[in-house]
């Protein structure tokens, strides 16, 4: 094997390099995998690759976490979940590691993270997604945070996106 | 939207993982019970339908290049000229709308963290608004989806 990269390979952080046909890969899945018996030969048409080059590229890729996962990932607006509340905490900084991961734990918080604060025009640094039918379905669960948090909590708030993104239209996902 | 029980048993089952192999389709067909044309025909039909935004690998952009989180605070009645002008910009893959003074929230995404603050200052400066940047330091629970909760939906 040669240690030799092209111009076009870059190494990610973790050390995979990634070639021009990784990215040509990246490129033609990244809309979704083709819903056929062999994905991967479908692929491989138009890529010119062969079906088994495709899917060990395809698996090296997420064995280096470019690929994060893969799933049949569901739309939550269009299933019904027409409320998407950002819940924003302001945290004491020696806690949000060990609350940022509890709160992660909770089955019905789609992501966790931790957030630098732009003070003092934004204080908060721990950020936790939730989703609900109705907005009070959204507060109850941003109440159970709250609660988890307890006094470590100093302020928190909820931006909630559906209802203005529907009358506006601004639904700008791409 | 009303799902019976095999798409939201697949909707459950493979929202978080699909298996990678030579037949993916017919893997799942053998674990639920259906033949793989089942399979592809219901998803199929739920992606046409928009309940799945996709069927497919979901990107670690912070593995492959560089993302941010911003935020920007437009005058209400500029909203829909900034958002255009946000969307407009390179490398924007997800923008909303947020009831907050912080009105407008999305993310950019660029090749390395150099061409992605250079692109950030570009529309920084094209929009005349300070942009709120929010890099994530540490992520507890990454996009795994949360269980969906068919009898609140029905």
Redo the contacts between chains.
Sequence with gaps: MSTSTSLSD?E???G?V?TERDREL?LA?????P??????AELGKKLNMD?DEV?SR??A??D????????????HY????RY?G?TVWDIVDDRV?EL??A???L??????????R?LP??SF?LFAMV?G?TRE?VEDKAAQIRAVLGDACRQN?I???S???KK?G?R??? | MTLDAADRQLIDSYQRNLPVCERPYEEIARSLGLTEAEVIHRLSALQEKQVLSRVGPVFEHSQAGASLLAAVAAPEAQMDLVAARINRAPGVNHNYAREHTYNLWFVMTAPDHELLDEHLDELEHELRLPMLRLPMVEGYHIDLGFDIDWEALS
């Design positions: 870059t990610t952080q973790n995979f990634m990246i899945t990244q809309a979704g995998l819903l056929v018996s062999d994905p991967w079906a899917l395809f698996q890729l997420q280096a976490g470019v690929i994060r996962r893969v799933a049949a990932v569901p739309d269009r299933l019904g979940y998407n950002m590691a940022g991961a709160i992660g734990e089955p019905f918080v789609s992501h966790c993270y931790r957030r630098p732009h025009y934004w640094n989703h039918t379905e708030t931006l909630y996106s209802a203005i993104l506006t601004l700008l996902r791409k």
